[in-house]
């Protein structure tokens, strides 16, 4: 039985320590991607916490198109790594292929997320402080800015209610429900077999 208890809190550790630290460098990606202020001290502690693994594998790989793929494969590889080490405690074997599509649909997953979380937080808070301003809010809204400005020109706002944040919400659950469950099934039958 006490073995039972110290894999749940293992596989819990591996979790959640791979996850706060792809979720930084997901952030990271995102704020590059959307050419947010790095000036701001929000994306300044992401800088410093993920710079020691990018910087020598930005000598490896190179970024295309103004993308950092050194991100996306350090978030590929800490992924693949993170299911490898609860597959070990567990004590379940994984083939690679399906421990790789695994791992793109949990990165596509958390990506998506980001995208949820970051709207809400935004919504929530032009509720209680509309118009003001910190660090964390100007990241916010430089995440959720590419996804909300198509929606505003498609959906005109109604008495000055901005409806675009419920439009984008409702494509991001689809796309949670499929694109990325699909991924990550087809994951899961991949690994296990």
Known sequence: MGGNYTEHA?????????GLYILAIMLRFLLQWVR????NPVSQFLVKITN???????????????????????????????LFLVGVIVGQAFSPLGVLIMSIGELLSLAVYVFIFAIIIQIILSWIQPGSYNPVIGLVNHITEP???????????????DLSPLAVLILLQLTLILLVSPIKD????????
């Open 36 to 39: 947010a202020d790095f000036y």
């Open 52 to 82: 020691p693994p990018l910087k020598p594998l930005r000598r490896l790989v190179p970024g295309f198109w103004g993308m950092d793929l050194a991100a996306i494969m350090l978030m590929l590889l800490l992924q693949m790594l993170e």
């Open 147 to 161: 996804l909300l400005a198509p929606a505003r020109r498609l959906i005109p706002s109604i008495s000055g209610l």
């Open 10 to 18: 293992g596989v819990f550790l591996i979790q959640t320590l791979f």
């Open 186 to 193: 087809v994951g899961r039958v991949l690994a296990f077999q």
